[in-house]
């Protein structure tokens, strides 16, 4: 009985290093076969050399992005550093600011923006703004930022310019706490 049992675990044995090497094999032909199972199936065609246009982007026009700084009340100096840039609706756009703060005690603002024509915040999609959060600055601290940002491809046609114009305000009380602070330390 023990010779019967030891022939069909040795069976069993070869069937299953057989069907391991059959598995690893079929995974191993797998990578140069994908490709080719999708292109005759017509599913998730991924070739490297067929470059997808991005649909979304209306090269037929350009838009012209106008930038406006202010501060209000505080002692910071803030400017982007290109006055304005021309970009086609849905394409992805990058321009930077430099803030700097001129006093000698660290300061927290933060940025408001407006849009001109007001019709124009409608269409405007920032990704990534400094606007989205306070920014301390330490005393002295030059800092650039970036403002990443898509024209909506509705816009009305009839609008080529929009005017995009940023006001940092101090936050309330953070300067009068350090100072504060300053003085109970002494």
């Not at 992005?65 to 910071?76: A, I, R, Y």
């Not at 840039?85 to 394409?91: F, L, R």
């Not at 959060?133 to 024209?151: A, D, S």
Request: hydrophobic residues 45%.
């Amino acid at each position: 009985m023990n010779a019967v049992r030891e022939g069909q675990n040795r069976r069993t044995l070869l069937k299953l290093a057989v069907f391991s090497l059959a598995m690893f094999g079929f995974g191993y032909a797998l990578v140069p076969l994908y490709p080719v199972v999708c292109s005759v199936l017509g599913i998730n065609q991924t070739g490297v050399d067929e470059a997808k246009a991005n649909t979304q982007v209306d090269a037929s026009r350009s838009v012209v992005v106008e930038f406006d700084t202010n501060v209000h009340g505080m002692p910071w100096k803030f400017r982007p550093l290109v006055s304005h840039v021309s970009v086609h609706p849905g394409a992805v756009a990058q321009v930077m600011f430099e803030v700097v703060n001129t006093l000698d005690v660290p300061v927290t603002g933060q940025a408001i923006p407006s849009y001109g024509p007001q019709l124009a915040a409608e269409y405007f999609r920032k990704l990534e703004c400094f606007c989205f959060n306070k920014q301390v600055l330490k005393p002295g601290e030059r800092r650039q930022m970036p403002v990443v940002f898509v024209v909506d491809p509705a816009l009305p046609k009839d609008i080529s310019t929009i005017t995009l114009s940023y006001t940092f305000f101090e936050v309330e009380g953070n300067r009068r706490a350090v100072q504060h602070s300053a003085k109970v330390g002494t």
